[in-house]
């Protein structure tokens, strides 16, 4: 199973090494499906927008919801997030190189969002790299069956384990 994840310390650090994988697999020809997230910082200092573009060209979709600066908990739109989801799956259909998730997070944890198409693309011997944080790392390890590989947070660690695989660009199913 060619299943990797990486981790990184920093609030948004994850996200934006996941956003330079993409672009620099896109620029070598692999064909990159999936999400990558984009934190915009907001004027009010509230917390940040999340967006996810949809991988490899589709749209940019606002995944966080504006409770106000005073709430706490989820910012999640789910409904945002499963739309996103069927998008991936969709493009999945027509082939990919490497499957790229943003988060393994709480609705993957709780059965939901990319878990099913992060299996379908595994089906189909399609190499998957999934950002994790500590908090849902054990529901993700029980997910993958401790068959994850922890790779480190680094564009060219990453993309070596992706291209090291002998992807060869099969662009369609």
């Known amino acids: 199973m060619n299943l990797a994840y990486t981790m990184a310390p920093g609030r948004g650090d994850t996200d934006l090494i996941l956003f330079k994988l993409a672009n620099a697999l896109a620029a070598r020809g692999l064909r990159c499906c999936g999400t990558v997230q ?5 004027g009010d200092t509230g917390p940040c927008d999340m967006d996810v573009r949809v991988l490899p060209d589709g749209p940019v979709l ?3 919801q504006d409770l106000g600066r005073s709430a706490r908990g989820c910012r999640l739109d789910p409904a945002a997030l499963e739309a996103a989801v069927a998008l991936v ?4 259909v027509l082939g990919a190189d490497v499957l790229i998730v943003n ?5 993957e944890a709780e059965g939901r969002g990319f878990r099913a198409v992060i299996a379908e693309a595994l089906s189909k011997g ?3 790299v999934v950002g994790v944080n500590a908090l849902n790392l054990p529901a993700f390890e029980e997910f993958s069956e401790g068959l994850g590989r922890c790779l480190p ?7 070596d384990w992706v291209v090291g695989l002998g992807c060869s660009c099969v662009h369609a199913a």
């Open 153 to 159: 947070c680094e564009i060219s660690a990453l993309a």
């Open 62 to 64: 606002r995944i966080s």
């Open 126 to 128: 399609i190499p998957v």
């Open 103 to 107: 988060k393994f997070g709480k609705h």
């Open 38 to 42: 984009i934190n915009s910082e907001r």
């Open 89 to 92: 799956s969709s493009s999945l």
